[in-house]
């Protein structure tokens, strides 16, 4: 199996600011997703990371309030721009280890908005 | 879209007891049902998951069932620890590795030791 990491694990942030955050797998993996759980909710998903192209966003995420990058098969970030109290929530980084359909996720990063 | 709804909410067993989690899914053309665990402040691991080519799986302690003419499915877990203690997700996908999963809402699952 591999490792999922990302960072930061939590934070505390300022209205107004934004944040971005790492995720990075010790193997090469082709589908790698952002999903968000707001406190003590299920989860939903964000946007699918693409490798060298634009994210692809479900319904009621945008490119500019959740800008993603994918540079390469092992690193993507998402970045939470103009933060409001309504954006604390943990954001998980899930990716297809094998290529076999089956999602895994990192440990997720814990963000309050003040 | 798919709606998966996911009952109990909360669930308390004894140690050893058997605990069962249920969840129904609305889109007839969903045909892989995982199941994943979310312990304290971690992110949600895969424990089993099933698709709609077999009714039963098991691994261990854990089984899922599949009733696909109902379109519900279920977790069993026997034999419960306290460690089993967590919350737990089920999901469904319209189509098997297209990762867009609708999650159920979680069961909390607290065993007494």
């Known amino acids: 199996s591999a490792v999922i990491s990302q960072k930061p694990s939590r934070d505390i942030c300022q209205r107004g600011t934004s944040l971005t955050i790492q995720c990075q797998v010790d193997s090469q993996v082709t589908m790698m997703f952002w999903y968000r759980q707001q406190p003590g909710q299920s989860l939903t998903l964000i946007a699918t990371?693409?490798?060298?192209?634009?994210?692809?966003?479900e319904s009621g995420f945008v490119i500019d309030k959740f800008p993603i990058s994918r540079p390469n098969l092992t690193f993507s970030t998402l970045t939470v721009s103009n933060m409001s109290p309504e954006d604390s929530s943990i954001y998980l980084c899930?990716?297809?280890?094998?290529?076999?359909?089956?999602?895994?996720f990192g440990e997720g990063s814990r963000l309050t908005v003040l | 879209g798919e709606n998966v709804e996911q009952h109990p909410s909360t669930l308390s067993v004894q140690e050893g007891d058997s605990a069962v989690i249920k969840c129904t899914y609305s889109d007839s053309a969903s045909n892989y049902f995982p199941w994943y665990k979310q312990e304290l402040g971690k992110g949600p691991q895969l424990i089993i998951d099933i698709r709609s080519n077999v009714g039963e799986k098991k691994d261990q302690r854990i089984a899922v069932t599949l009733n696909k003419t109902a379109k519900h499915f279920s977790l069993h877990i026997t034999e419960t620890q306290p460690e089993d203690s967590a919350v737990y997700f089920c999901a469904a996908s319209i189509k098997w590795g297209n990762y867009k999963l609708t999650f159920g809402k979680g069961t909390l699952l607290t065993v007494n030791p």
């Open positions: 990371a693409n490798q060298g192209s634009e994210a692809t966003y």
């Open positions: 899930s990716v297809d280890i094998a290529s076999t359909g089956e999602l895994f």
